[in-house]
């Protein structure tokens, strides 16, 4: 549905030299009615992909397909025909304050030259399709957060586009508006069979709403795949930043060790792990974990306190054996100096 091929985008320096590479040669594939996550760092080159992506920026080589067309080799008319087939969302949706919630919607209908009776027809389905019912009169002055970036929404979703893009789309919102908008995102995925790309740095937005994810870093993809394949790799950068572990306990007397099960065929549960441990002769209590479920399996990281019989710390032997055993089952684990 969207393909990037070689795409590359270099701005020269603003007062001289060395150029900037924003984005350095980057292949990438977001399947149709996918929802996918694009995260980095600040200046990883995240605005300028999306910028690319809706043909605002032209690239210095490669390609961007949408749908089949190729975004980048268009200009004038072309383009902004291309363009009605993609749709924004910001994290602030700007709307104007002197228009209501559904005259806002209808904005980019007028700008368009949709007749008024198509405009209206269309406008009501945006408005119960995101949930603003009883609002739709309202000024922005008079929603609440949740309420303007769902007209922002609405907006964006107004020439009917076969690919949103969401720039930072829940990042001024509190935790729980956060979950209703992206629920929103999700609903409008499954009933318009719509694409989603979501530019984001919060990981939980990634958690509860992405099929597959991309980590930018320095204008090169670091690590892309689908949700549950990138959350458990433990060897991979975004498994501990999807699933991070709680800071270590303290004040116990006990070797302690961190287990990342993420991927492994045999050790599924953190139960796996204190059974395997009780098969080598050791006690084993989980003191820290994070543990989350991603596409119907557990993923986590936990740290386990590893005892003898007697109750002391487990000798250094019996630990090595253990993270040997774990290793040899696809477990990264690794003692936690503390
Ligand atoms: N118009 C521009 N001119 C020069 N450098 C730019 C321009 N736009 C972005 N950059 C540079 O490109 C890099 C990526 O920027 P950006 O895409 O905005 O990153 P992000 O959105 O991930 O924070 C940064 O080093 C930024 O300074
Ligand atoms: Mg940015």
Redesign the pocket.
Known sequence: MITLDGLTKV????GGGAD?V?LDDIDLTVDAGQIHGIV??????????IRCLTGLEKPTSGHVSIDGTDIAALDGASLRAARRNIGMVFQHANLLDSRTAAQNIAHPLEIAGVPRARREQRVAELVELVGLSGREHNHPAQLSGGQVQRVGIARGLAAEPKVLLCDEPTSALDPSTTRQILTLIRDLRDRLGITVVI?THEMSVVREVCDAVTL?EG?RVVQSGGLLDVASDPHGPLSSELIPLPPAPTGISALVVNCDYGDSETLRTSDDLVRLAGERGAHATIVAGTIETIGGRQVGRVQLALRNDSGAPISREGLDAFIHALDAQGVVAQEVTR
């Open positions: 701005f020269p320096a603003p900037v924003a980095g760092r600040s200046g990883a080159g995240k605005s300028t992909l530019i930018l204008g």
